[in-house]
């Protein structure tokens, strides 16, 4: 039974550049959140979609964040200008009618 | 009063000792209270959770606390062992919006 998928699972790129990060949730659930987790900052909560419709999108930094989810299977996150404060982990979580949230293994974001 | 408080930041224990992580709430409407657990390179996943109609919730070697009139609540981990090493998370949540509130985190380290 596959979990959370995400892609890539490393991203190294230079400040300035476009960065989309993508997210399969498991099949049937109906909630995506995606989070951004930095040593000084903890684990974040970016923007939540339920039913592939944004609800929440109060913890998105700035203009420079946006996130997508064209069908229920599949959501992107795009950053862009990247900065390098931007470097993170970025995890993608699903869920299904309720409140466990399961996570993708996450992309680690390198901005040069 | 969306913040959940969590205590200590790092913690170390012997392996045969007992772990203890505490989080305390502000909002009354919560009425979910889970754990999650992280190992490095990995995304949380859901370790325990309660409701406040109990004040204690076992499962194996893990325990939550409830103490509702404080609004506090505790991770409790029984004999403690190397393969507990990892980052600590609580969570609340209350109503029809799925969104969980995160602690800041505690990471554990059982040395052998």
Same mark, same amino acid.
């Given at each position: 039974?596959?979990?959370?998928?995400?892609?890539?699972?490393?991203?190294?790129?230079?400040?300035?550049?476009?960065?989309?990060?993508?997210?399969?949730?498991?099949?049937?659930?109906?909630?995506?959140?995606?989070?951004?987790?930095?040593?000084?900052?903890?684990?974040?909560?970016?923007?939540?979609?339920?039913?592939?419709?944004?609800?929440?999108?109060?913890?998105?930094?700035?203009?420079?964040?946006?996130?997508?989810?064209?069908?229920?299977?599949?959501?992107?996150?795009?950053?862009?200008?990247?900065?390098?404060?931007?470097?993170?982990?970025?995890?993608?979580?699903?869920?299904?009618?309720?409140?466990?949230?399961?996570?993708?293994?996450?992309?680690?974001?390198?901005?040069? | &009063? #969306?913040?959940?408080?969590?205590? $200590?930041?790092? +913690? /170390?224990?012997?392996?045969?000792?007992? @772990?203890?992580?505490?989080?305390?709430?502000?909002?009354?409407?919560?009425?979910?209270?889970?754990?999650? &657990? #992280?190992?490095?390179?990995?995304? $949380?996943?859901? +370790? /325990?959770?309660?409701?406040?109609?109990? @004040?204690?919730?076992?499962?194996?070697?893990?325990?939550?606390?409830?103490?509702?009139?404080?609004?506090?609540?505790?991770?409790?981990?029984?004999?403690?062992?190397?393969?507990?090493?990892?980052?600590?998370?609580?969570?609340?949540?209350?109503?029809?919006?799925?969104?969980?509130?995160?602690?800041?985190?505690?990471?554990?380290?059982?040395?052998?």
């Amino acid at each position: 039974d596959a979990g959370v998928i995400q892609s890539p699972r490393h991203e190294v790129t230079e400040m300035g550049q476009e960065v989309t990060l993508r997210c399969k949730p498991i099949s049937g659930h109906n909630s995506l959140f995606w989070y951004r987790q930095t040593m000084m900052r903890g684990l974040e909560l970016l923007i939540y979609f339920n039913n592939n419709v944004p609800i929440d999108d109060s913890g998105m930094p700035e203009d420079r964040f946006s996130a997508k989810m064209p069908n229920a299977s599949f959501s992107t996150l795009k950053i862009q200008p990247s900065e390098p404060r931007d470097s993170a982990v970025y995890f993608c979580a699903s869920s299904s009618m309720g409140y466990t949230q399961y996570f993708g293994p996450g992309t680690r974001l390198t901005v040069l | &009063q #969306q913040q959940v408080k969590q205590s $200590p930041q790092s +913690l /170390i224990v012997q392996k045969g000792g007992i @772990s203890i992580i505490n989080c305390a709430y502000e909002n009354t409407a919560f009425d979910y209270f889970p754990w999650y &657990q #992280q190992f490095p390179g990995k995304g $949380p996943a859901l +370790l /325990i959770a309660i409701r406040p109609d109990v @004040s204690e919730k076992k499962e194996g070697r893990f325990t939550i606390s409830f103490n509702k009139s404080a609004k506090q609540f505790s991770l409790h981990i029984m004999d403690s062992q190397p393969g507990d090493s990892a980052t600590y998370f609580c969570a609340a949540a209350g109503g029809s919006n799925y969104q969980l509130i995160w602690g800041a985190g505690t990471k554990l380290i059982i040395k052998p």
